[in-house]
């Protein structure tokens, strides 16, 4: 079976080499690799250039952070229709769905979703395909946190920021942006937002500009739902049904207004099946709940769906290698460090 090609705006890439530039980078070397990049405004490059462009800034680059450094040499307007969509919000809730609205209209490697938590809590998740690297991730949501910290001046302060890497000696750039909130070793690159921060005004709010290009992003997004689509209507009910009890295929297609086939055949349409995506979430939920210190641990299995905390414990092991105690006391332990 061929390869599936996959493409990124060109504009992304040349934006992201003028923050190269400005971190001091040797231009001519990342050219040099990178190749000819058009300056159509609606052109596309092929994927394997952006990856081009990564590499060659790392052997570059002193140090660890890249994507978070990059994304804070970007200033705020280079991203056109996406920082004045997120930016003419009224607040960080407004910010959040029109970025959402924003990446389902464009980017067709990368999503962001939205899940509404417990207590008035919000966590924006970014998600890639599985060809799209996670310095991508990185830098998609330190741009998000970023602009986020510029539309209220800096008072924006998440509750936890989650990066799906390993924990470095020393992360100066990181620490700068994402302080003590930063969670290593975190299934997704995450952004989690407590109830106040999530009510926050922005300082560059306009209502009709947002209005506007909120209505321009919906006619080009289409109302077509597909199965990224599905599948967060699928977690947004996950989460009380493993906690009750009460999962199965069945009650879940129902819960969407679907028979049990049309949900199976709508997840295998995109390459995945309900066990698939129950596996995932338990996976990010499991590291959500446990960094909550309150929480004991057949608590995090049996909110899982898990009858003992032993099957949870093996299905922890495979996900992370390490036990559900040990992922916690290492988190509580870099916390510390910090």
């Known amino acids: 079976m061929p390869e599936t090609l996959t493409f990124l705006p060109a504009l992304t890439l040349q934006i992201q080499m003028q923050g190269l530039a400005a971190l001091g980078l040797d231009m001519q070397r990342i050219r040099a690799r990178v190749g000819p990049v058009p300056e159509a405004p609606d052109a596309l490059v092929p994927l394997q250039q952006y990856v081009a462009m990564w590499e060659q800034a790392h052997t570059l680059y002193d140090g660890p952070g890249l994507p978070t450094a990059l994304a804070l040499e970007i200033p705020f307007g280079a991203f056109g229709a996406l920082d004045y969509l997120v930016g003419s919000a009224a607040t960080i809730s407004g910010c959040c769905t029109s970025a959402v609205l924003y990446f389902a209209m464009v ?178 939920e499991s590291a959500r709940l446990l960094c909550d210190p309150k929480l004991h641990l057949v608590e995090v299995a049996s909110r899982l769906g898990y009858a003992e905390q032993t099957s949870f414990t093996r299905a922890f092991r495979r996900w992370t290698g390490t036990s559900p105690g040990a992922w916690r006391e290492h988190r509580k332990g870099s916390a510390t460090q910090e």
């Open 107 to 284: 980017s067709s490697d990368c999503r962001l979703e939205l899940d509404e938590l417990e207590e008035g809590q919000h966590a924006l998740r970014v998600v890639g395909d599985a060809s799209l690297p996670s310095f991508a991730l990185e830098f998609t949501l330190a741009v998000m946190a970023n602009r986020m910290c510029f539309m209220t001046d800096g008072q924006f302060r998440p509750t936890r920021i989650g990066l799906p890497l390993s924990k470095p000696a020393s992360d100066p750039v990181r620490q700068r942006l994402f302080g003590p909130a930063l969670v290593y070793d975190f299934p997704r690159a995450e952004i989690l937002i407590d109830a106040r921060n999530w009510q926050l005004p922005s300082r560059s709010a306009d209502p009709k500009l947002h209005d506007a290009l909120k209505q321009l992003a919906r006619q080009f997004k289409g109302a077509e739902p597909g199965a990224t689509t599905l599948e967060q209507a699928l977690h947004a009910r996950l989460r009380p049904a493993l906690a009750q009890g009460r999962l199965t295929p069945t009650g879940m297609a129902a819960l969407l207004g679907l028979s049990e086939r049309t949900l199976q055949r709508r997840l295998n349409a995109a390459g995945h099946s309900f066990s698939d995506v129950l596996e995932d979430f338990r996976r990010d």
